[in-house]
């Protein structure tokens, strides 16, 4: 019995139509990273995985993709990693792990920045600092698949390391602007600072639980208050502390109010008040520079990864139901834990995949970026098809996407080929036409047809 051809859950495969889309996605993003003047890069699908473990929080690390080890991977278990699998028939807690650091070395990346942070530790003799690029590839995360969430999803990253200027944050506000601008999304840019929120957990005397703070309260949108609520209790954070909480994360207002609120909140925590100071300084640069960008400052937004340290950033789609599309923030020593500390850094990422859910849901891809061929020509045979080929190559000179069909086939055949590729413009040269030196040219989108002279074929078709 032959096998059902199949793919792992949450991976998909691309058609070309969804290629030529995403393209057109690509393109438009990568233009605006290259007009702020980044540079691409590119790093392995794989790394090490001492690379990737402890940078995600426990939550992250249980994400990774680990790669088994080829060959032999099994040399060099103990007797008691063997003991287990017999006793178990498959591994969990501790001899998991002893099992998992054995037989795996490497694993798939599950982001773009710790992958950046590795290599400009790896290269800072070749690089210039402060160090601006973008990348634009897949990653992997071992989550639960479901609508708009993917084991293997595409990000474009945009990063500088090498300067703790607030300036980065401000530029990358206005990258998220015109990303979002030139694709025609309606979004709200959401933005807070990990100090406050630091200052917000020693103001409720829990700075020793910082993280499970964090993580519980980026949490809310999806689970509640009372649950994020039920979560902390969980964690060992008391009722009065919990109760102090509340109305920080129910603050409402503009953001200037909530700046001054906060004030009030974390005078106590120097932290505290040094992210509310780059909040203010971050959001004079966008007032004075002017911007149509729906920003909001939002004190429950902590974004769970471990190594932000400064302001953090969340974009969502206002009219369209999905999670986050874009996310990102600062990190002051992400490059510390390979060798060279004190290198901060800032970067935002794009998640491609759901900016192209959200597109396809709202029609926003332009026509022309479903359209892989421009011009067919019919396949007549004979002389006919060499002065057919003849013309092909003029129109493709000029750098119109066009091709002939391969056969010289029923001509209904071939206007069904070009209906069903969706080809906007058949080219006929037949007997006729031959003989009058011009061809004959059908808009398949109006049905109309007129004539164009040989010589005059490329410039009837670009106007």
């Given at each position: ?7 792992p859950k949450g991976t998909r495969d691309f058609s070309p139509l969804e290629m030529m889309r995403r393209t057109y996605m690509f393109d438009t993003i990568k233009n605006v990273f290259r007009a702020y003047g980044y540079a691409p890069l590119e790093t392995p699908a794989m790394e ?132 979002f601008g030139d694709l025609g999304i309606n979004v709200t840019l959401k933005l807070n600072n990990r100090k406050i929120l630091y200052g917000i957990a020693e103001t409720i005397g829990h700075a020793d639980k910082m993280t499970d703070i964090t993580v519980a309260i980026d949490k ?244």
């Amino acid at each position: 019995m032959a096998q059902k051809p199949s793919i792992p859950k949450g991976t998909r495969d691309f058609s070309p139509l969804e290629m030529m889309r995403r393209t057109y996605m690509f393109d438009t993003i990568k233009n605006v990273f290259r007009a702020y003047g980044y540079a691409p890069l590119e790093t392995p699908a794989m790394e090490n995985l001492s690379t990737l473990t402890g940078k995600y929080g426990e939550e992250g690390d249980k994400l990774l993709f680990k790669i088994l080890n080829s060959g032999d991977f099994t040399r060099g278990l103990t007797p008691a990693d063997v003991q287990a699998i017999a006793a178990e028939g498959e591994l969990s807690g501790a001899s998991a792990n002893a099992m998992a650091a054995r037989i795996c070395e490497k694993g798939l990346r599950y982001d773009l920045t710790v992958p950046l942070a590795r290599y400009a530790v790896q290269h800072q003799a070749e690089i210039v600092f402060p160090f601006r690029r973008y990348q634009v590839q897949p990653v992997w995360r071992a989550d639960r698949p479901q609508k708009g969430r993917y084991r293997e999803f595409y990000q474009c990253d945009v990063d500088v390391i090498g300067t703790r200027s607030l300036l980065c944050e401000f530029e990358l506000v206005k990258i998220v602007e015109r990303v979002f601008g030139d694709l025609g999304i309606n979004v709200t840019l959401k933005l807070n600072n990990r100090k406050i929120l630091y200052g917000i957990a020693e103001t409720i005397g829990h700075a020793d639980k910082m993280t499970d703070i964090t993580v519980a309260i980026d949490k809310l949108d999806k689970i509640g208050l009372e649950n994020v609520e039920a979560e902390l209790a969980a964690k060992g954070i008391g009722a009065e502390a919990i109760g102090k909480l509340r109305p920080i994360l129910e603050l409402s207002g503009t953001n200037a109010e909530k700046l001054g609120r906060m004030k009030e909140v974390v005078a106590a925590s120097e932290t505290g008040l040094r992210g509310i100071a780059e909040t203010e300084e971050l959001f004079s640069y966008i007032a004075a520079a002017g911007s149509n960008l729906d920003i909001e400052l939002d004190l429950s937004l902590a974004r769970g990864l471990n190594y932000y340290t400064g302001a953090i950033f969340e974009v969502k789609a206002k009219d369209h139901a999905i999670g986050s599309i874009c996310g990102g923030g600062r990190y002051d020593d992400l490059t510390g834990i390979f060798g060279m500390p004190g290198m901060s850094g800032v970067g935002i990422s794009f998640g491609a995949d759901r900016i192209y859910d959200v597109m396809l849901a709202l029609n926003l891809f332009p026509e022309e970026a479903a359209i892989a061929t421009r011009v067919l020509f019919v396949n007549f045979g004979g002389v006919e098809q060499l002065a057919s080929l003849r013309l092909l190559q003029q129109v493709r000179d000029a750098g119109i996407p066009s091709e002939i069909y391969p056969e010289p086939a029923k001509m209904k055949k071939q206007m069904e080929y070009a209906n069903r590729r969706g080809i906007p413009f058949v080219v006929i040269v037949g007997e006729d036409e031959l003989a009058a030196q011009t061809a004959t040219v059908k808009d398949m989108r109006s049905g109309e047809q007129q004539r164009a002279a040989f010589d005059r074929l490329v410039h009837f078709l670009r106007s």
